[in-house]
Structures are given as structure tokens and as C-alpha cells.
Nanobody, 126 residues
Framework: VQLQASGGGLVQAGGSLRLSCAAS????????MGWFRQAPGKEREFVAS????????YYADSVKGRFTISRESAKNSMYLQMNSLKPEDTAVYYC????????????????????WGQGTQVTVSS
């Protein structure tokens, strides 16, 4: 399984970005995709997750109401729409896939995920 993340960039505070993550290879139709981020000097943290077969969508408290995760099954892709961006959102954002995931479960630990993309830089200026 390969994951290709894109869409990062430099934006002013209050602006928006849309991250994309395209999965290829033997993903099957049913898996969980998550977004994580890692800021300089900080640990990687969970941002959001959604299952390709529906079910609950989860967000970290720090992004609730500002970020939205969505799926496009035909393209085996998932997106993270980020609005009202803040300087503290600055980080490298990673998409990750967990196979054999329960649709309603929340997986927030990086080690729960099986495959990772290369990361895309998001920088929010004040």
C-alpha cells in the first residue's frame, strides 16, 4: 500500500488549505484513513480519521469545527479541509491507513496504523 499526501503550503492565519491523500496498492475497499501532524520539537498527534465504509468520523479537540475529513471512494482518496487555520496548526501532516479497522472505533495512536504517507508541510503565518 502506498499513500501520497499533497496540498500543503504556506497560508496566513484564518486561511484555508485542503490536503489530499491518495491510496494505491492492495488496500481493498474497507480501511480506515487517519491524519496526523507533527510540529517541530513536538510529538506526532492525531488530527482526524474516517473509515471508507462509513461510520463515525473523529477529530482531535484542537481542530473540531475547523477541519473536515471527507472521502472519495472512486479515487481511493481522502481529504482534509482545513479552515480558520492558526499558527499552531503549523506542522508536517501525514496520512495513514489502518487495515482491518472497526468502523466505529477511534484510533489515535500512530502505532495503530499500518501504512504512512510521506507528509506534507503546512505553515500558517500570523
Amino acid at each position: 500500500v502506498q499513500l501520497q499526501a499533497s496540498g500543503g503550503g504556506l497560508v496566513q492565519a484564518g486561511g484555508s488549505l485542503r490536503l489530499s491523500c491518495a491510496a494505491s496498492g492492495r488496500t481493498g475497499r474497507s480501511y480506515l484513513m487517519g491524519w496526523f501532524r507533527q510540529a517541530p520539537g513536538k510529538e506526532r498527534e492525531f488530527v482526524a480519521s474516517a473509515h471508507t465504509s462509513g461510520g463515525s468520523v473523529y477529530y482531535a479537540d484542537s481542530v473540531k469545527g475547523r477541519f473536515t475529513i471527507s472521502r472519495e471512494s472512486a479515487k481511493n482518496s481522502m481529504y482534509l479541509q482545513m479552515n480558520s487555520l492558526k499558527p499552531e496548526d503549523t506542522a508536517v501532516y501525514y496520512c495513514a491507513v489502518k487495515m482491518a479497522a472497526w468502523r466505529e472505533a477511534m484510533y489515535v495512536r500512530g502505532r495503530d496504523y499500518d501504512y504512512w504517507g510521506q507528509g506534507t508541510q503546512v505553515t500558517v503565518s500570523s
